[in-house]
Nanobody, 122 residues
Framework: VQLQASGGGLVQPGGSLRLSCAAS????????MGWYRQVPGKGRELVAS???????YLTPSVKGRFGISRDNEKNMVYLQMNSLKPEDTAVYYC?????????????????WGQGTLVTVSS
């Protein structure tokens, strides 16, 4: 099982990007999925999360600008980022609490994508 993130890049302030993350392999089920970000010298910060039932959390600094969604059939999570600011520049990581098919019932593990760089600059 692995998570593969994509969609980062260079964008001007005020622009938009959409990040995608796919869980592949023998996935039995996924609970929470989310996006974190990290800048050099700082810890990893939770940006947004979404539960299997659809309830969401957004960190205050991105409310009104970012949105998180998921496709449970495709085991994917998305982060729509609008009105981007230079301070949104970071490496973005997707995360999932996931039960592989071969794991015991109730055994969920944290999986991380490889990170995708978002640079907001003019």
């Amino acid at each position: 099982v692995q998570l593969q993130a994509s969609g980062g890049g260079l964008v001007q302030p005020g622009g938009s990007l959409r990040l995608s993350c796919a869980a592949s392999g023998r996935v039995f089920s996924i609970r929470n999925m989310g996006w974190y970000r990290q800048v050099p010298g700082k810890g990893r910060e939770l940006v947004a999360s979404i539960a299997s039932g659809g309830s969401t959390y957004l960190t205050p600094s991105v409310k009104g600008r970012f949105g998180i969604s998921r496709d449970n059939e495709k085991n994917m999570v998305y982060l729509q980022m609008n009105s981007l600011k230079p301070e949104d520049t970071a490496v973005y990581y997707c995360n999932a609490a996931l039960k592989p098919a071969e794991a015991p019932m109730g055994a969920y593990y944290d999986y991380w994508g490889q990170g995708t760089l978002v640079t907001v600059s003019s």
